[in-house]
């Protein structure tokens, strides 16, 4: 790549040896241990699998698509903690796809990688066809207005089985506009919805990462669960629902395509 904006390299964690940072123009974008699959580095990665982990019994197998690949760090997961599960991992970025397969360890063959739009292939998909939607769609530190309307969320609710979760990553910043309004956008399609993530975070306090969840269903999300689980990360965490979220959300309106 010519522009340093454009650079992609994949450096070894100074600390833990085995493990890999995928950095773009040198921002963290994942991080893979090449040895140990199960070991997740970033609280925001963990925030997710802790979902996915309620999503089944363990060990069963499901059929996911991720939106946005990167190094691939939870479909390595997956598949080292769900054997046989079918992924489907659509990448927007041919150069981060083509580095990771130069450089890191080779995906199962349950593990298909394609370069594509994240929108286009959601509605390319067939209905009901994903336990397990993940969404981690990034460009320039921005979620592109596609991904983030009702529209698109009514397209992931489509391809999702009735039992299905849609996790969502969403970077912010305080005072949360973007995650507001993107909790408001999921809740006009899904039957239940719940924020997720590092205390001080959904307090508005720093800038980081948080974690959607979504369902068809009301009242389908484990909630009790997730807020357990978020507890016990090593970064304590807390869960909004419920009359929680509708104060978070309040003056918040979804967002349409025709506003993007």
């Known amino acids: 790549m010519n522009r340093a904006a454009d650079r992609l390299e ?3 964690d100074p600390v833990r040896r085995t493990g890999r940072t995928l950095l773009s123009a040198g921002v963290e ?12 580095h970033f609280e925001y990665v963990r925030r997710i699998a802790s979902a996915v982990e309620l999503a089944a019994p363990a060990g069963v197998p499901l059929d996911v698509l991720h939106l946005g690949g990167g190094a691939l760090t939870l479909p390595r997961w ?45 509605t390319a998909a067939g209905a009901d066809g994903y336990d397990l939607v993940i969404a981690d769609i990034y460009r320039a530190a921005r ?7 009702v529209e698109f969320a009514a397209e992931v609710a489509r391809v999702l089985r009735p039992g299905g979760l849609y996790l969502v990553n969403v970077t912010d910043l305080p005072p949360l506009v973007g995650t507001r309004v993107q909790v408001a ?24 990462n948080l974690v959607l969840a979504a369902t068809h269903r009301p009242g389908g999300l484990p909630v009790g669960r997730l807020a357990v689980a978020a507890l016990r990360d090593p ?20 967002l349409l395509d025709t506003d993007v």
């Open 29 to 40: 974008q994942s991080y893979v241990d090449v040895e140990d699959p199960r070991h997740l």
């Open 235 to 254: 970064i304590v965490g807390g869960l909004l629902h419920a009359a929680a979220l509708d104060t978070f959300v309040s003056g918040a309106h979804p």
């Open 185 to 208: 956008t999921l809740r006009a399609v899904f039957g239940d919805v719940c924020v997720f993530g590092d205390r001080r975070m959904l307090r508005g306090r720093r800038y980081g």
């Open 78 to 122: 997956l598949a080292a903690t769900r054997p046989g599960s079918a992924q489907r991992v659509v990448e927007r970025d041919r150069a981060v796809v083509d580095l990771v397969a130069r450089e890191l360890p080779p995906l199962p063959p349950e593990v298909r990688v394609a370069v594509g739009d994240a929108r286009e292939a959601v």
């Open 10 to 12: 994949l450096v070894v």
């Open 143 to 149: 979620m592109p207005g596609h991904v983030r309307t």
